[in-house]
C-alpha cells in the first residue's frame, strides 16, 4: 500500500515537473516591460536567456568588458608596465579605461576630488556592474600609462604605494585621485633650460614630470650641499651669506611637481641672481686656491699675534678686516689678503732677525767675559765645557725662538739667572792659590741691585749728574768693600 502511494507520488511529480518545463518553454519573457524574443525550446535555456537580456539591459556597460575576466593579481603587473623601457606610454585606451578616465575628468569639472572607493563604487552600480578587480585594473592601467595621479596625505603615491593604495580596501576611502596634469612643450623645455643654467648640467631627458621631479631632487641635493657648508660658518663667517639662498631654495623645496612647471618661472630671475652672486662665488671660494689662501692667512694672524704687535703700520689690522669682511668671498679679496701676508711675514722675519743679532751680540759678549777671566782658564777642561756649553745652550734657543718676545726673554733669563751662577761657579771652582790661600768667592749682584742713595726721581742738570755719579761711586765701593761682586 505505501509503495503503491510513494510510486503515485513520484509519477504526479514527474508530471508536474514536465507541466511546468512545457510551460515556462512555452512562456512569454518580458524586461522592464519588453517582451523578450526567444528561439529556445528548453526551459533552461529560455531562462537563462532571459536573465542575460534582463542584466545587458541593467548593466548595458558591461559589454565594455568584452568578457574578460580579471583578478586583483594583475595590478601588479599592470603598474610594474610603468618602468618597462618598452611599455609604450602612447598607447590608446580601451573603451573600458577611456570611461574610467572619463569619469575622473568629470569629476574634476565639478570641482570633486574622486577618491578610490568612490570610483570603484560608481562602477559596481548601474550601468556597469564591474567587478572589483576589474575597476582597478583600469585604474592600475590608466596609472601606468602616465594619465593619472594618486594622491594620499597630500603626497603623490608612485609604484609600490599605488599598488598598495589599489589593493587596500581600508585605504581606499582616503586616497585621492586626479587626472594627470598636462604641460606644453614650451614649459617643459622652459623648466629644462633653468635646469641646466642653475645646476650647471644637462637637463634630464623625459616628459614634464620627469623632469619637474629631478629638479625638486636637485634642489634637496644643493640644499644638502649648503648645509654641510654652513656647518663650518664659525670658521668662515662669510658662510652666513647662504642664509638668503637656502632660505629662497627651501621655500620651493618639497613642492608639487606641478609647482615647477607651472609657478617656478616667476622664481627664476631671483635664483638664477642669487646664483650669480652668493652661490657660485662662495661655492667656488670653498673648492678652489681662494680657501686656501683665507686658512693661511687666518692661521698667520693666529700664529703670528705677539711678533704682530712688534711691527710698525696698520697692515696686520688692514688684514683682519678683510678676513671679517662678509664679502670676502667676492673679487680680489684673498688676492689682496696674500699680499699683506707676504709683507708682514717679511716685517716679522726682519724683526726677528735683527732681535736675534742683538741678542746674540749680548750673549757673545757675555760669553768672552767669563771665558777671558783668569777663573776660567784655571778650571779643568771638563767645567770648562761644561760652561761652554751653557752659553751654546743659549745660542740654539735664539736660534729656534719663533717670537721676538722670546728671543729678548730668553737673553734676560740667562742674565738674570744662569749668569751669576756661572759667575758663582768660577769663582768657587777655582784651585788654591800658593800657601794654601784661597779668595772666598763673595755675592754677586747685578748693577740694578745697587742701593744708590740719590734723593731725586730723575736728572735735570749737569750737577745733578755729577751728584749721581757720586753717589753711584760711593755704592760701588760699599758694595766691594762689603765682598760682594757687582755684574757688568
Known amino acids: 500500500m505505501l509503495f503503491r502511494s510513494r510510486f503515485a507520488n513520484q509519477e504526479r511529480?514527474?508530471?508536474?515537473?514536465?507541466?511546468?518545463?512545457?510551460?515556462?518553454?512555452?512562456?512569454?519573457?518580458?524586461?522592464?516591460?519588453?517582451?523578450?524574443?526567444?528561439?529556445?525550446?528548453?526551459?533552461?535555456?529560455?531562462?537563462?536567456?532571459?536573465?542575460?537580456?534582463?542584466?545587458?539591459?541593467?548593466?548595458?556597460?558591461?559589454?565594455?568588458?568584452?568578457?574578460?575576466?580579471?583578478?586583483?593579481?594583475?595590478?601588479?603587473?599592470?603598474?610594474?608596465?610603468?618602468?618597462?623601457?618598452?611599455?609604450?606610454?602612447?598607447?590608446?585606451?580601451?573603451?573600458?579605461?577611456?570611461?574610467?578616465?572619463?569619469?575622473?575628468?568629470?569629476?574634476?569639472?565639478t570641482g570633486i576630488r574622486p577618491t578610490l572607493e568612490r570610483i570603484v563604487s560608481e562602477f559596481e552600480h548601474k550601468p556597469y556592474g564591474w567587478p572589483l578587480a576589474a575597476t582597478l585594473c583600469f585604474l592600475a592601467k590608466l596609472y601606468a600609462l602616465g594619465k593619472i595621479e594618486v594622491r594620499a596625505d597630500g603626497n603623490t603615491l608612485e609604484n609600490g604605494e599605488v599598488e598598495k593604495a589599489l589593493l587596500n580596501s581600508r585605504a581606499r576611502s582616503n586616497t585621492f585621485v586626479d587626472p594627470q596634469s598636462v604641460f606644453t612643450p614650451a614649459q617643459t623645455r622652459q623648466l629644462k633650460d633653468f635646469y641646466s643654467a642653475f645646476f650647471d648640467?644637462?637637463?634630464?631627458a623625459g616628459e614634464a614630470k620627469a623632469v619637474a621631479n629631478e629638479t625638486k631632487n636637485a634642489i634637496h641635493g644643493l640644499l644638502a650641499e649648503l648645509d654641510a657648508l654652513t656647518a663650518d660658518a664659525k670658521r668662515y663667517p662669510f658662510l652666513t651669506a647662504l642664509n638668503e639662498p637656502m632660505a629662497a631654495l627651501r621655500e620651493i623645496a618639497g613642492k608639487h611637481y606641478e609647482y615647477y612647471l607651472d609657478d617656478l618661472p616667476g622664481e627664476y630671475d631671483r635664483l638664477l641672481q642669487l646664483k650669480e652672486e652668493i652661490l657660485d662665488p662662495i661655492r667656488s671660494f670653498m673648492q678652489g686656491e681662494q680657501r686656501r689662501l683665507y686658512d693661511d692667512a687666518q692661521e698667520f694672524l693666529r700664529s703670528q699675534a705677539n711678533n704682530l704687535d712688534e711691527v710698525d703700520g696698520d697692515a696686520a689690522g688692514q688684514l683682519s678686516e678683510i678676513l671679517a669682511d662678509p664679502s670676502c668671498f667676492k673679487g680680489d679679496a684673498m688676492r689682496r689678503a696674500k699680499k699683506l701676508v707676504d709683507s708682514l711675514r717679511e716685517q716679522i722675519e726682519a724683526k726677528l732677525g735683527e732681535e736675534r743679532r742683538t741678542a746674540k751680540a749680548a750673549a757673545a759678549k757675555l760669553r768672552a767675559r767669563a771665558c777671558n777671566m783668569s777663573e776660567f782658564s784655571k778650571l779643568p777642561t771638563e767645567e770648562q765645557r761644561s760652561i761652554t756649553a751653557e752659553f751654546d745652550a743659549l745660542d740654539k734657543r735664539l736660534d729656534e725662538a719663533t717670537l721676538a718676545a722670546v728671543i729678548r726673554d730668553q737673553l734676560a733669563q740667562f742674565q738674570t739667572l744662569q749668569y751669576p751662577e756661572i759667575l758663582s761657579r768660577l769663582a768657587s771652582s777655582a784651585p788654591q792659590e800658593s800657601g794654601g790661600k784661597t779668595d772666598e768667592p763673595g755675592e754677586y749682584i747685578t748693577m740694578k741691585e745697587l742701593e744708590v742713595d740719590f734723593p731725586k726721581p730723575w736728572l735735570t742738570s749737569e750737577e745733578d749728574i755729577d751728584s749721581y755719579l757720586e753717589a753711584l761711586r760711593e755704592a760701588y765701593i760699599k758694595a766691594v768693600k762689603e765682598g760682594k761682586r757687582i755684574q757688568l
Open 201 to 204: 648640467k644637462p637637463a634630464p
Open 13 to 109: 511529480h514527474h508530471q508536474i515537473q514536465k507541466r511546468v518545463e512545457q510551460l515556462l518553454s512555452q512562456s512569454k519573457l518580458i524586461v522592464e516591460g519588453t517582451p523578450v524574443e526567444s528561439h529556445a525550446t528548453s526551459a533552461d535555456e529560455r531562462i537563462t536567456e532571459g536573465f542575460q537580456r534582463l542584466v545587458r539591459r541593467t548593466y548595458p556597460s558591461l559589454r565594455m568588458l568584452a568578457g574578460v575576466t580579471f583578478q586583483e593579481s594583475d595590478v601588479v603587473a599592470l603598474i610594474e608596465q610603468r618602468d618597462d623601457a618598452l611599455f609604450d606610454s602612447d598607447e590608446t585606451l580601451g573603451e573600458a579605461e577611456q570611461e574610467v578616465f572619463a569619469s575622473i575628468n568629470r569629476s574634476k569639472t
